[in-house]
């Protein structure tokens, strides 16, 4: 596998007045990933990028980091870097934000 790490974070959109992650945030964090990835230089080691639904719309904005296959919901952009240092370098996840799946 080439990255140590893969975040992908959901950035679906869907017709008016449905939840969705893409309207919560999707690319905004999606950016706030790849620029704490960056800045910590690890861009070879461990990439996030969007993806489409990934069917946790209720609990959304959601993203999955492999390749435990750990989904985390409700992420706000201030949950980022933890998520970055507990998980991605520490193998340990964001209990408080990780989905029952």
């Known amino acids: ?10 950035t ?3 017709e008016a007045g449905k ?10 964090l999606v950016q706030a990933f ?6 910590r230089g690890l861009q070879t080691q461990m990439r996030a990028q969007k993806t489409g639904c990934l069917d ?16 985390y919901g409700n992420v706000q952009l201030s949950d980022v ?3 970055v240092e507990k998980h991605l370098l520490s193998n340990e996840p964001v209990k408080r934000l990780v989905l029952p799946y």
């Open 1 to 10: 596998m080439k990255y140590k790490k893969h975040v992908f974070i959901c």
């Open 12 to 14: 679906n959109t869907k």
């Open 19 to 28: 939840k969705c992650c893409g309207e919560e945030r999707g690319m905004a």
């Open 34 to 39: 790849k620029d704490e990835i960056r800045n």
């Open 56 to 71: 946790a719309c209720n609990f959304g904005p959601a993203l999955v980091v492999y390749p435990e296959g750990t989904y």
């Open 81 to 83: 870097t933890e998520i």
